[in-house]
């Protein structure tokens, strides 16, 4: 009996990210000077690496940019400090912030307004988060749903509070930190901005991991969304969480029949399309 592919129909570039990097290219024929990316346009180093053979320079700090060159805000979107000290440096700034991370940014800026004690639930270390919370004027308390799960952490926060959430999180985080503070509140609001996309593609996941012998996740290792991808996977059969085809080892492959391939929300189709063509050509002895 011969293999069989089974591709997510989910797998691949998100909305948003599909805009950053179409916004990417325009303002890099657009403008002769140096671009700039504070970070990583993308969670996607071979992307990355491509923009910057091309002059989309990412860049660790506003003082490592020249003035006079343009700064692109990323996918994850940037507090409003950074757009004020990028024009105070004389850059222009472009802004590709995720049209769905700007509605998150501009909800916890209201709560704030209304009165609440903003909390964003998500990765204390993801930019999005970071960005968020820097849009509140007050400041935001981070809640990192996986100290809340593994630690039981303990969390100390006002009687009102108002909530809003990482786009790539899981409903499952979202919940289990939704009843980890509810005893010690009275009065929650809450903006659910995990982003649909993100909740289809995980939802898929276990489908395909159910259906099949071996899964394949291609996308970024500094990918959030696409190492939960892998999780997910991991969790019901044997899992590869791959950049691209370099990774992979024809070994995986002995006695799998089915051959499930998903990838995470900064994969272009160019590079899952480079690894089902290493699959037909490195496997096609076993094909029927």
């Known amino acids: 009996m011969g293999r069989e592919i089974i591709v997510g129909k989910k797998a691949g570039c ?22 700039y990316t504070l970070g990583p346009l993308i969670h996607n180093p071979k992307v990355v690496k491509s923009m910057e053979e091309e002059g989309i320079i990412p860049c660790e700090s ?5 003035p006079g060159g343009v700064l692109l805000i990323r996918s994850h979107g940037a507090g409003p400090q950074v757009f004020a000290a990028a024009r105070r440096r004389g850059l222009k700034v472009v802004d590709a912030t995720c049209p769905f991370v700007r509605q998150e940014q501009k909800l916890a800026a209201q709560l704030y307004e209304e009165g609440y004690k903003v909390v ?11 960005a968020v919370a ?6 935001a308390e981070i809640i990192d749903p996986v100290a809340v799960k593994d630690a039981g952490a303990k969390i100390s926060l006002p009687a009102r509070v108002g909530m809003v959430c990482q786009t790539t999180q899981t409903q499952k985080n979202l919940a289990e930190v939704i009843s980890a503070i509810l005893p010690g509140i009275k009065e929650l609001k809450i903006f659910n901005t995990i982003c649909n996309a993100t909740a289809e593609r995980q939802t898929e996941v276990y489908d395909l991991a159910r259906r099949a012998d071996i899964l394949l996740v291609v996308g970024g290792r500094n990918s959030a969304n ?13 899992t590869y969480h791959i950049e691209g085809v370099e990774n992979l080892d024809p070994r995986w492959f002995r006695q799998k029949r089915v051959i499930g391939v998903t990838a995470g929300a900064s994969t272009p189709k160019e590079q899952i399309n480079a690894v089902l063509d290493w699959l037909e050509e490195n496997l096609q002895e076993e094909w029927t």
């Open 120 to 130: 964003v639930v998500g990765d204390p270390n993801h930019a999005e988060v970071q």
């Open 134 to 139: 820097a849009s509140v004027p007050g400041g």
């Open 14 to 35: 998100c909305f948003g990210v599909k805009r950053a990097l179409e916004i990417a290219g325009a303002t890099r024929k657009k403008y002769q000077g140096p671009v």
């Open 62 to 66: 506003l003082e490592e940019t020249e």
């Open 226 to 238: 696409t190492r939960k991808l892998a999780e997910i996977g991991s969790s019901l059969v044997t």
